[in-house]
């Protein structure tokens, strides 16, 4: 495999009980380079959309995490647990049976918007420098401080008993399992999340998704170019512009604005990804040839 085919980004439908590093690790395997790196964390209980990045296209990730997400998730009323989803041990129980429909919209619309969101005490935020689970897990008090996120979309779509099967659009930096702790505070039972399945992140999409099954008999990955148009604003810059994003030297592209945009030079290949940055147009990720690529 040559270092040009293996520029690009794969986006693998991440099985359960797999961490994302275990993921990584598989790939690093499929495209002979240690190059690959993820772009947002998924809990070893949830399954969906991992995006990998390979080669050049490591330097997508940071971008990328920050994009929109998708999610279908369960939540179960009644239950709370130390990690606010299966994977903890039980709290309390209570009967959620006297819990309406009109009361279960009610709180999810209260969740949805801007909000001030609390994340989960094991989650991978660091304190002091410690991840906040390695702090928990050691019996140690964790309080974390609210942040602002959006939840766009917060729906039901069915209702079995205590089980709530919900559609989430979300900002980068929410989770959905302190989505499933709150809800169940509010409603006075407590819940927890029990299923998690992330179905896109930006504009890449479960449908887009193999398994590693389907990697390991035919690994493939999204073109670096393609990857980026499809999650990024497009541009497209004369040869001049993008001799100068490659040497790092200052561009003009008027129709830039502050949203992060891909760059692409006359030949159809991703330059750079560049936004309006203090009033002037920067490049952000300039992706020249590698060294090694003839």
Excluded: N
């Excluded at 003009?252 to 006359?266: I, M, N």
């Amino acid at each position: 495999m040559t270092v040009a085919h293996s520029d690009g980004i794969v986006v693998v439908d991440k099985p359960g009980d797999w961490t994302s590093h275990d993921v990584v690790a598989r790939i690093r395997k499929l495209a002979s380079t240690r190059r690959v790196g993820h772009a947002g964390t998924l809990d070893p209980m949830a399954t969906g959309v991992l995006v990998v990045g390979v080669g050049r296209a490591t330097r997508l990730l940071g971008h990328l995490a920050r994009s929109d997400k998708d999610y279908d998730a369960t939540i179960r009323l009644g239950v709370t647990t130390t990690t606010d989803d299966a994977e903890g041990e039980i709290v309390s129980e209570r009967s959620a049976d006297a819990v309406t429909d009109a009361e279960v919209h009610a709180g999810l619309a209260a969740l949805t918007g801007e909000i001030e969101q609390v994340p989960s005490a094991v989650s991978a935020i660091k304190v002091s420098g410690v991840p906040a689970y390695a702090r928990a897990r050691a019996g140690e008090a964790v309080e974390l401080a609210a942040r602002r996120v959006t939840v766009s979309k917060l729906d039901l779509l069915a209702r079995r008993g205590a089980d709530l099967d919900v559609v989430v659009t979300c900002t980068s930096g929410t989770y959905v399992r302190a989505l499933a702790r709150d809800l169940g505070a509010a409603l006075g039972v407590g819940a927890h999340l029990t299923a998690l399945r992330r179905t896109r992140v930006g504009g890449l999409t479960i449908d887009q998704a193999r398994t590693l099954e389907q990697l390991v008999e035919e690994f493939t990955v999204v073109p670096l170019s393609a990857a980026v148009a499809a999650s990024f604003p497009r541009l497209d810059v004369d040869d001049d512009t993008s001799q100068r994003l490659v040497f790092g030297q200052r561009i003009e592209v008027p129709t830039l604005d502050e949203r992060v945009t891909g760059l692409f030079g006359p030949d159809g290949a991703v330059v750079a990804l560049a936004a309006v940055v203090d009033g002037r147009p920067r490049s952000l990720v300039v992706f020249a040839p590698d060294a090694e690529r003839t």
